[in-house]
């Protein structure tokens, strides 16, 4: 294993560390195979216990030789000022600047000297700080983790160097225009909510942050009950408890004034906007609707609606035999050169929708597919699709689990948002209950007749006006 210490500071960024031993794997191509049904029964079970402070302590133990290990907390982006936006992410690049005990450098041959890959991300809703090692040594990075999240030092002259760090990031993540698409998208669709702002925040933010409020951001919301350690992999859940005991039963349960920070209530706005920019070969174009937040029964017909749309690249193979009717719609008309659904999703709203890449040609009949493929989801499902939405749904939740670092971050958030990890025989189960009525009843709901949100950028001059979208929102019913 590569030893490093490292930061991941986009929205979704996240270090995805694996492990290849070429025994274990010659080990599985003799072994028998498994079914599907099996590799459910046989998940390990997630063990949850509480602090006396209100910290939760989750763990899996998959048998790895490795573990992931970190600590998750409920603090993002939607609850920062505006003046303040971007403190987390700003704080993220300062947690591995070194502690009141370890120096930058000390640190950092603590974790190389272990073999180990220490790494963070923030989000809108979740900020996180995690490290991957040897099964081993689970109590030395429990250690590590804890004095980064308790008293990290926060030099001045360590600030006034990440400054320069954050805005140069800052001027990278222009150069994604997926990212900047959907964070557009958050902005007209939330505009006026702490939601639409952007994570890693504008670079004024970093400009003017001071010490002071890296100090506040952290006795506000770095509290006990908004935080889980959890780990997967070669774990023992007593032990990790003890850990957690010794390194992290301190933290403060207790607020200034009872003033205990809550989720602002967010505002969806059906509205747009458009960036044009002639200069540029392909117009990048995001459309979506809110829908319902984690909690929500309409939470799995979603996503299996999210997952029957589907996705294209004009790289992958198929062609017209494409299994989504909107991909092989792609293909026949050749109207873009890849799209994606997407569903992200908040503790209390979420966005459903479709991003796409298509010349200035192409817009208008791309969003009118799009759009025709949601109605189509409100008035008429094929068993056949429903069929493919559910096996590509499965996979996805399978997939996204490979390895200990997608585990523990799965356990991280589940806790978070649930107040447990839900296990993949539950999630099986919830999507083998939705029938087709149910995914057409839910998709009439939050699409039928609603105001969407859309985003264009590049050259759009000739996108669809808003109101011509509007007004295709809906078919007559008979």
């Known amino acids: 294993m590569a030893a490093s210490v490292c930061r991941v500071g986009s929205t979704v960024g996240r270090v995805l560390a694996k492990t290849r031993n070429p025994i274990l794997l010659s080990l599985r191509r003799g072994q028998t195979s498994v079914s599907y049904a099996q590799s459910l029964l046989g998940a390990p079970e997630t063990h949850l216990t509480s602090l006396d402070n209100g910290l939760k302590v989750a763990s899996e133990d998959t048998g790895h030789a490795t573990c992931t290990v970190g600590l998750w907390i409920n603090a993002g982006s939607r609850y920062e000022s505006e003046k303040l936006n971007g403190t987390g992410f700003f704080l993220?690049?300062?947690?591995?600047?070194?502690?009141?005990?370890?120096?930058?450098?000390?640190?950092?041959?603590?974790?190389?000297?272990?073999?180990?890959?220490?790494?963070?991300?923030?989000?809108?809703?979740?900020?996180?700080?995690?490290?991957?090692?040897?099964?081993?040594?689970?109590?030395?990075?429990?250690?590590?983790?804890?004095?980064?999240?308790?008293?990290?030092?926060?030099?001045?002259?360590?600030?006034?160097?990440?400054?320069?760090?954050?805005?140069?990031?800052?001027?990278?993540?222009?150069g994604n225009l997926q990212e900047v698409c959907l964070d557009m998208l958050h902005a007209t669709a939330y505009q006026g909510t702490p939601l639409g702002k952007s994570a890693l925040g504008p670079s004024s933010t970093a400009r003017n942050l001071t010490r002071q409020d890296l100090v506040d951001y952290i006795n506000t919301h770095y509290k006990a009950p908004r935080m889980v350690l959890a780990a997967a992999g070669g774990v023992d859940h007593d032990e990790l408890v003890g850990l957690a005991k010794t390194h992290l039963s301190g933290v403060s349960f207790e607020y200034e004034g009872d003033a205990v920070p809550v989720p602002p209530p967010c505002r969806f706005t059906g509205s747009e906007i458009r960036m044009?920019?002639?200069?540029?070969?392909?117009?990048?174009?995001?459309?979506?609707?809110?829908?319902?937040?984690?909690?929500?029964?309409?939470?799995?017909?979603?996503?299996?609606?999210?997952?029957?749309?589907?996705?294209y690249d004009m790289t992958f193979g198929g062609d017209k035999n494409l299994s989504s009717r909107l991909a092989r719609l792609s293909v026949e008309y050749k109207m873009c050169h890849s799209f994606q659904a997407f569903h992200t999703c908040y503790s209390d709203t979420g966005l459903l929708g479709i991003y796409f890449v298509a010349d200035k040609y192409n817009i208008d009949n791309?969003?009118?597919?799009?759009?025709?493929?949601?109605?189509?989801?409100?008035?008429?499902?094929l068993e056949k699709d429903m069929a493919r939405g559910r096996n590509a749904l499965k996979a996805s939740l399978i997939g996204?689990?490979?390895?200990?670092?997608?585990?523990?971050?799965?356990?991280?958030?589940?806790?978070?948002?649930?107040?447990?990890?839900?296990?993949?025989?539950?999630?099986?189960?919830?999507?083998?209950?939705v029938t087709p009525s149910m995914v057409r009843d839910v998709c009439a709901k939050y699409f039928y007749d609603k105001c969407p949100a859309m985003v264009g950028i590049g050259p759009v001059e000739a996108m669809t006006d808003y109101n011509r979208v509007r007004s295709s929102m809906y078919w007559l019913k008979f």
């Not at 603590?110 to 180990?116: A, D, F």
């Not at 044009?276 to 939470?299: F, K, N, Q, Y």
Request: one cysteine or more; aromatic letters at 6%.
């Open 276 to 311: 044009r920019d002639d200069a540029m070969p392909l117009a990048h174009v995001a459309i979506a609707v809110e829908t319902a937040g984690v909690t929500s029964p309409d939470l799995v017909p979603l996503m299996l609606a999210n997952s029957i749309i589907g996705s």
């Open 400 to 433: 996204q689990l490979n390895g200990t670092t997608p585990i523990c971050d799965e356990i991280g958030r589940h806790v978070l948002y649930y107040g447990r990890r839900i296990p993949l025989a539950e999630w099986n189960a919830r999507i083998d209950a």
């Open 366 to 381: 791309m969003l009118y597919r799009c759009q025709n493929t949601w109605m189509n989801l409100c008035t008429a499902i």
């Open 92 to 174: 993220e690049h300062m947690a591995f600047k070194g502690t009141k005990k370890h120096s930058q450098t000390a640190l950092e041959q603590q974790v190389e000297s272990m073999g180990g890959h220490l790494s963070a991300y923030t989000s809108r809703e979740h900020t996180a700080y995690y490290m991957k090692v040897l099964a081993k040594d689970l109590p030395k990075a429990v250690e590590l983790l804890s004095e980064v999240v308790q008293s990290c030092s926060l030099n001045e002259a360590d600030i006034e160097q990440q400054r320069n760090v954050v805005l140069h990031e800052l001027e990278e993540a222009e």
